[in-house]
T-cell receptor, first 113, second 111 residues
Framework: DAGVIQSPRHEVTEMGQEVTLRCKPI?????LFWYRQTMMRGLELLIY????????DSGMPEDRFSAKMPNASFSTLKIQPSEPRDSAVYFC???????????FGPGTRLTVT | DQQVKQNSPSLSVQEGRISILNCDYT??????FLWYKKYPAEGPTFLIS?????DKNEDGRFTVFLNKSAKHLSLHIVPSQPGDSAVYFC??????????FGTGTSLTVIP
C-alpha cells in the first residue's frame, strides 16, 4: 500500500503566484480531507470530501483557496493569488467513511515570499 | 476558536518513566477522540482512539483516558522510550466527519 501521496513535497513561490497542491488518496478510501498546519493553530481542517463531493468547506480561509476532487483518486488544493501568510504545511488525509481513523500524506511545505 | 486545546507545547520525560499528555475540549457533542503522533517531515500517524461512551482505551504501552465531565482526555505512555519522541496531536470528531485538532505537544524522551 503506497499510502496517501502528496506533491510537491516543497513549494517556494512568490506572492501573487498561483499554487496547486496535489493529493492521491489511498485506493478504496471514500473520504478525503485537506489540512493546514501552523504553529499558532495546529492542524486546521480546510475542507473534506465524501465520495468526491465537497461536504464542508467552512475551514477554507478565503476565496483565494479552492479545492477539487474530479475523481476518487485525485484531489487538488489551489491558492490564487498566494500570499506570505499562506506559508504552512498542507496535509491531505483519506479514510474509509465507516472508520474514524485517517491516513495522512507526508505534507507539502509551502513558502510564499 | 480552538475547540480542542493542548496547553503544554512541550514535555520532557526520562526513558522508562510515564509520559502524560493532556488535551481539553469545549464541545460536548464530540463523539470520538483520537491521538496522532508526528515525526518531523512526515504526516501524522494514528496512535489510539476512544469513543465518547468509554472512559479508557488501552493499546500496549499507550492508554487514553476520557473524563467527559471535565471535558478532558489524556494519553499515558508507559514506559516511555526514546523512539516516542515526537509531536502528539489530540483530535476530536463530531458527526463522524468534522475533525478538530489541537496544536500539538512535543514529547522528548531522554535516554
Amino acid at each position: 500500500d503506497a499510502g496517501v501521496i502528496q506533491s510537491p513535497r516543497h513549494e517556494v513561490t512568490e506572492m501573487g503566484q498561483e499554487v496547486t497542491l496535489r493529493c492521491k488518496p489511498i485506493s478504496g478510501h471514500n473520504s478525503l480531507f485537506w489540512y493546514r498546519q501552523t504553529m499558532m493553530r495546529g492542524l486546521e481542517l480546510l475542507i473534506y470530501f465524501n465520495n468526491n463531493v465537497p461536504i464542508d468547506d467552512s475551514g477554507m480561509p478565503e476565496d483565494r483557496f479552492s479545492a477539487k476532487m474530479p475523481n476518487a483518486s485525485f484531489s487538488t488544493l489551489k491558492i490564487q493569488p498566494s500570499e506570505p501568510r499562506d506559508s504552512a504545511v498542507y496535509f491531505c488525509a483519506s479514510r474509509n467513511r465507516d472508520r474514524v481513523k485517517q491516513y495522512f500524506g507526508p505534507g507539502t511545505r509551502l513558502t510564499v515570499t | 476558536d480552538q475547540q480542542v486545546k493542548q496547553n503544554s507545547p512541550s514535555l520532557s520525560v526520562q526513558e522508562g518513566r510515564i509520559s502524560i499528555l493532556n488535551c481539553d475540549y469545549t464541545n460536548s457533542m464530540f463523539d470520538y477522540f483520537l491521538w496522532y503522533k508526528k515525526y518531523p517531515a512526515e504526516g501524522p500517524t494514528f496512535l489510539i482512539s476512544i469513543s465518547s461512551i468509554k472512559d479508557k482505551n488501552e493499546d500496549g504501552r499507550f492508554t487514553v483516558f476520557l473524563n467527559k465531565s471535565a471535558k478532558h482526555l489524556s494519553l499515558h505512555i508507559v514506559p516511555s522510550q526514546p523512539g516516542d519522541s515526537a509531536v502528539y496531536f489530540c483530535a476530536a470528531v463530531v458527526y463522524g466527519n468534522q475533525f478538530y485538532f489541537g496544536t500539538g505537544t512535543s514529547l522528548t524522551v531522554i535516554p
